[in-house]
C-alpha cells in the first residue's frame, strides 16, 4: 500500500471529490481524519464505507474559515493518530453563486475568497508544525484558476488562482523541511458541484470538446491524490497539475 502507517487529514472529505479522497486514501493503508461542514449523515455514511474496506477513519466536524474549528481538527487528528500528520489534502471550498460583477457585494467576493484561499492557509499553518520530514500537502485550485472560469465564476476563479501560487510560495517555504505541496486544477469532473451550477448543455458541450470525451470521474482524481501525496511523487512540489482529460493544456 501506498501510504501504509500514513495520518491524513481531508478537509471537505466526506463528499464527491473529497470523500472519494478520504476512501482512496483509506485504501492505500493512511489514517484518516474526515473533516465535514455540515452533513453529518453524509459524512456517518463515508465513515460506514471506509470502514466496510477495512479502513481506519474518524470525523470531525468543523468550519475552515474559522481558526477554532482548524485547530480542533488538527487536535483530534494528533490524539487519534499518534501526534504526527503526514498527509493534508484541502479539499474544502466551493462556488457559492454565479455572480457577475455588478450582482457582487463586498461581502459576497470576501466570503468565496475566505472559503477557498483562506481555509487553505489556516490548514497549513496548523499542520505544518506537526508534519514530519517526507509529509506532503495537497491543495484543490481548480481549471477555473488558470482560465478565469465560467459566467459569474469571477470570485471563484480568483481565489483558485490564488491557491495555485499560494502552493507555489508554500513548496519553496517548506521545501527545506522536506515537506512538499502541489496543486491539483480539476477540470469538468461529474459531482454534485456541476449538478448545481453548471446546465446539462453546458456539461455536454464541454465533454464533446474534451480529448477523452467525457467528464473525469471523482475516483480519477482521488486516483492521483494518492499518487502525488506518496513518496513515489517525492521530487515533485510546487506543481498546480492539470486533470481535466486534455481540456486545457498548462
Known sequence: MLLENKVA???GGARDIGKAVSMKLAKEGAKVVINYFDNEVQATQTLIEIKALGGDAILVQGDMTKKEDVDNVVEQALQAYGGKIDILVNVAGGLVARKKLDEMDVDFFNFVIQLNLNTVMLMTQAVVPHMPSGGSIVNFASQAGKDGGG????????????VMTFTRSMAKELGPKNIRVNSLCPGMIATTFHDTF?????????????????????????????????????????????????????
Open 198 to 250: 453548471t446546465t446539462t448543455a453546458v456539461r455536454e458541450k464541454v465533454a464533446v470538446s474534451t480529448p477523452l470525451g467525457r467528464e473525469g470521474k471523482a475516483e480519477e482524481v482521488a486516483d492521483f491524490v494518492a499518487c502525488i501525496a506518496s513518496p513515489q511523487s517525492s521530487f515533485v512540489t510546487g506543481t498546480n497539475i492539470d486533470i481535466n482529460g486534455g481540456l486545457m493544456f498548462s
Open 9 to 11: 487529514i481531508v478537509t
Open 151 to 162: 459566467p459569474g465564476a469571477s470570485a471563484y476563479a480568483t481565489a483558485k488562482g490564488a
